[in-house]
Nanobody
Framework: QVQLVESGGGSVQAGGSLRLSCAVS????????LAWFRQAPGKEREGVAS????????SYADSVKGRFTVSQDNAKNMLYLQMNSLKPEDTAMYFC????????????????????WGQGTQVTVSS
């Protein structure tokens, strides 16, 4: 049973930084796609960033390029999202997600192809 558990959300002022973490467990193989999604109230869930576990290929939504960095620690089975220069429009529930490896090589990320979801962690950015 694959499980994804997020941590690290919180409240921050605009221009500040937060680091989200996701503990990944239950995979019996090494090659898959890890991603971050977010969903603001009244809006659809959108892909933020992804990384493939085998080759470290990353991709980002245009809205976060240059501000967010996705990374992983394979030894610890952890996924991270470093968020800098945060804006009020980044306010949302952030979800860790995993999928088959090919998902990391298709753009944009789509919720429909995700296999597993974490429970989410709230990020609030005030102006």
């Amino acid at each position: 049973q694959v499980q994804l558990v997020e941590s690290g959300g919180g409240s921050v002022q605009a221009g500040g930084s937060l680091r989200l973490s996701c503990a990944v467990s239950g995979y019996l193989y090494k090659n898959y796609c890890l991603a971050w999604f977010r969903q603001a109230p009244g809006k659809e869930r959108e892909g933020v960033a992804s990384i493939d576990t085998l080759g470290d290929t990353t991709s980002y939504a245009d809205s976060v390029k240059g501000r967010f960095t996705v990374s992983q620690d394979n030894a610890k089975n952890m996924l991270y999202l470093q968020m800098n220069s945060l804006k009020p429009e980044d306010t949302a529930m952030y979800f860790c997600a995993s999928a088959d490896a090919w998902v990391c090589f298709r753009s944009p990320l789509q919720p429909a192809v995700i296999s597993y979801w974490g429970q989410g962690t709230q990020v609030t950015v005030s102006s």
